[in-house]
Each structure stands twice: as C-alpha cells, then as structure tokens.
C-alpha cells in the first residue's frame, strides 16, 4: 500500500547505487511511445486516438483548456491509468518518477528521509543529501516539512523524485501554487537539472509562458487529441523579452482559444 502516488514506484525495481545516470535503453529509439490511446471514465471520453512519440532527453510540455485531459494522459504514461484501448509504451520500462502540484511530503519524517523514501542500502541518506544539495537545500536535510516554504517543499519533491534517477520526468504543474518569482527560480532549476542527467520530461501546466521557456516542443491537447505540436528552437535559457517568444506564447494561446470549452 502505497500512501501517495509519488511514493509508488511506478516501474519497480530494486535501487541501483551508481554515481553516473545509468545508460539509457533507446533499443526503439524513442522514451515514449502512445498509438491510438483513448481515454473513458463511463459514458466521458477524454482522449481519443493520441499518438505521441517522445524522444529520450525531450523536454515536452502539455498544455490545453482545463478538462481536456492533461492529468489523465500524465497518469495513463506514469501507469496509475491504464488506456480504454491503445498502447502506452514507455522505452525499456523506464524509471518513471511524477511530481505534482502538492509536494505530498510526510509531515511525520525529516525532510531528507522524505527524500530517501524507498531507497534501501547505507548510502540511502547520503544520496537523499546529494539530492537535497542538487536543488540548493543543502542543510535542511534534518528540519521538518512544514518549516520550508511552498517553493522549498517543491525543491525537496524534486529531489525526492531525482534521487532515483529517472529516465521519465513527468510533472504535473509542479509549481502551479508559487508565486510569480519562486516559479522563475524553479524553472531555472529544473532546466539545470535537466540539461545536467539529460532525463526526458513532460511537463503539464495552464502557463503558455513557462511551457515556451522551458519546453523543446508544446503540445495542445485537446478531444481530438494533439491539436498543435510547436517545437521550440529559442536559445536556452529563454527570456520572454527574447525575439520570437512572445510570437510562440501567441500562437499556442491562439490555438486554445479558438478551441470550445470543454473540449
Ligand atoms: N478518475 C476519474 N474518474 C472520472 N472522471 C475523471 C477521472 N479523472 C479525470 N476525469 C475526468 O476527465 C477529464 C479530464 O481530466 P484531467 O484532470 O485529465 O484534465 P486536465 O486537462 O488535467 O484539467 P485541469 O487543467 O483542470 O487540471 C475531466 O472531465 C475529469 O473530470
């Protein structure tokens, strides 16, 4: 029984002690692969005939209306939904990690145990530290959850999902409850983190701006599956003062407003 989803390993297998990223599985080349996915919860259809292919070290962003499905085709790729038909293929059964908006930290453990939360073997907590170092909390490994701030508890969630070293970041608008200057700090973190394991990310968010500042390609998601798929070319890290940014933001936000509500 697991007590939250991001506690459940997705993909389980026994931890791997190892200093480099393991090397990835491309043996079909890609991170991911959805053919014909739908999407119903009773008489609601919420994805219909999605195909996706997801390169490995991608940074892909899913945008769309509210509803249109964001969350579920996140869950159906983390595993925790299975598809009504269609195939999610995820590259070699990647270690698949999910961080949500809520941190979910055990108010009940220090946070560097939270981080270490289903590690096993004596080096648990030193890597839950190297983790903590990674998203700039070195020494708070021994304060509890609730004595950090809502943008401290992220990091620490980041950590906690790094810290298996995942193939498959998936983030489901992970900082949707910060506030406008912890968010820009958070993307350059994640960016950082990113480009230094090289993971594959899809990212969830209702912000066109920080889909375009942190992703290679945003796609619009909606009842007939993928509406846009804008790849970004803009050199890293972007600034929405940036030529081109704006355009893009534009063009996406277009896109969503010209879609009915609802779908
Ligand atoms: N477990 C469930 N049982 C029944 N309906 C569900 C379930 N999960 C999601 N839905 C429905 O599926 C639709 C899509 O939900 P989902 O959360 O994926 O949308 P979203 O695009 O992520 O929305 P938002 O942007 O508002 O978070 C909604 O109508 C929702 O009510």
């Known amino acids: 029984m697991w007590l939250t989803d991001i506690d459940r390993p997705v993909t389980p297998r026994e931890p791997v002690?190892?200093?480099?990223?393991?090397?990835?599985?491309?043996?079909?080349?890609?991170?991911?692969?959805l053919r014909g996915v739908d999407k119903s919860f009773g008489t609601r259809h919420v994805l219909q005939q999605?195909?996706?292919?997801?390169?490995?070290?991608?940074?892909?962003a899913l945008v769309g209306r509210s509803g249109c499905g964001k969350s579920t085709l996140l869950r159906l790729i983390a595993g925790l939904e299975q598809p009504s038909t269609g195939v999610v293929e995820a590259g070699g059964g990647e270690e698949r990690r999910l961080m949500f908006q809520d941190a979910r930290l055990l108010p009940w453990k220090r946070?560097?145990?939270?981080?270490?939360?289903?590690?096993?073997?004596?080096?648990?907590k030193a890597r839950a530290m190297q983790a903590l170092e990674q998203v700039g909390l070195a020494g708070r490994g021994q304060d509890w959850p609730a004595t950090l701030s809502g943008g401290q508890r992220q990091r620490v969630a980041l950590a906690r999902a790094l810290v298996h070293r995942p193939r498959l970041l998936l983030l489901d608008e992970p900082l949707?409850?910060?506030?406008?200057?912890?968010?820009?700090?958070?993307h350059r973190l994640i960016e950082q983190l990113w480009q230094r394991h090289g993971f594959t990310a899809l990212l969830v968010t209702h912000d066109v701006a920080e889909a375009v500042a942190l992703a290679d390609r945003v796609l619009l998601i909606?009842?007939?599956?993928?509406?846009?798929d804008a790849t970004v070319t803009l050199p890293r890290p972007r600034s929405r003062a940036a030529p081109g940014f704006a355009e893009l933001e534009e063009r996406v936000l277009r896109h969503i407003v010209g879609q009915p509500a609802g779908s």
Not at 50 to 60: H, K, W
Not at 176 to 186: C, F, K, Q, V
Request: aromatic share 2%; charged share 25%.
């Open 176 to 186: 949707g409850a910060l506030d406008a200057l912890t968010r820009l700090e958070m």
């Open 222 to 228: 909606d009842r007939s599956g993928i509406a846009l």
């Open 50 to 60: 999605l195909d996706l292919n997801v390169e490995p070290g991608e940074f892909v």
């Open 17 to 33: 002690v190892h200093d480099a990223p393991p090397a990835r599985d491309t043996s079909h080349g890609l991170a991911l692969r």
């Open 111 to 124: 946070v560097v145990d939270n981080v270490a939360l289903g590690l096993s073997g004596p080096d648990a």
